[in-house]
């Protein structure tokens, strides 16, 4: 069974960063798909970034340049580093993992940014 287990989110002032982590710890299987979506109040959940095991990448356009995601293959663990953060990126983000034929989600981390 997966179980993703996201930290590292928090209340940040505007043009500062933040680093959000993700775990599977049961999966002991590599999982190709994983990545980052957000949902802020009132909105749809949307893609922030994506990654292969093999280093492909997928970026929403608004975070392309700013937040750069990682991972550690033998770990299923992945990674957001996010700068330059702006009052706009506040959100609940949830790690993703794509095993066929189902998608599975984390609990969510809270982005707070603010002055």
């Known amino acids: 069974q997966v179980q993703l287990v996201e930290s590292g989110g928090g209340l940040v002032q505007p043009g500062g960063s933040l680093r959000l982590s993700c775990a599977d710890s049961?999966?002991?299987?590599?999982?190709?798909?994983m990545g980052w979506y957000r949902q802020a109040p009132g909105k749809q959940r949307e893609l922030v970034a994506t990654i292969t095991t093999g280093g492909s990448t997928n970026y929403a356009d608004s975070v392309n340049g700013r937040f750069t995601i990682s991972r550690e293959n033998a770990k299923n663990t992945v990674f957001l580093q996010m700068n330059s953060l702006k009052p706009e990126d506040t959100a609940v983000y949830y790690c993703?993992?794509?095993?066929?034929?189902?998608?599975?989600w984390g609990q969510g981390t809270q982005v707070t940014v603010s002055s």
């Open positions: 049961r999966y002991r299987f590599s999982i190709n798909l």
């Open positions: 993703y993992a794509y095993i066929r034929p189902s998608a599975y």
